[in-house]
């Protein structure tokens, strides 16, 4: 069974930064494609960003693109999501995704196989 467990989370202020941290155990991480999604109240899960299995294919949904960098670590089993330039409108709880179908990257939450648990992340004015 593969586990992703998040990490870094918490209370920024607008302008700041945080990174997040997903550690992936289980299975060699290096098959999986990896997502980070985020959920506001309210709203439904999207996509923020996602990456291929060799690093050198990225996505960014539009309202973070120029802030947010998603990396792994294929050494570590883990993946990173750096987010700078942080506003109120980030706040959500962001999830890590993993997924191994086929492609390169996946752009929504069904074509990936395994969740974390979630971190919140929380802007303030």
């Known amino acids: 069974q593969v586990q992703l467990v998040e990490s870094g989370g918490g209370l920024a202020q607008a302008g700041g930064s945080l990174r997040l941290s997903c550690a992936v155990s289980?299975?060699?991480?290096?098959?999986?494609?990896m997502g980070w999604f985020r959920q506001a109240p309210g709203t439904e899960r999207e996509l923020v960003a996602a990456?291929?299995?060799?690093?050198?294919?990225?996505y960014y949904t539009e309202s973070v693109k120029g802030r947010f960098t998603i990396s792994r670590d294929n050494a570590k089993n883990t993946v990173y999501l750096q987010m700078t330039s942080l506003q109120p409108e980030d706040t959500a709880v962001y999830y890590c995704?993993?997924?191994?179908?086929?492609?390169?990257?996946?752009?929504?939450?069904?074509?990936?196989?395994?969740w974390g648990q979630g971190t919140q992340v929380t802007v303030s004015s």
């Open positions: 995704a993993a997924g191994n179908n086929g492609g390169t990257l996946y752009y929504t939450s069904r074509a990936y196989d395994y």
């Open positions: 289980g299975r060699t991480f290096k098959i999986y494609a």
């Open positions: 990456i291929g299995r060799t690093s050198t294919t990225t």
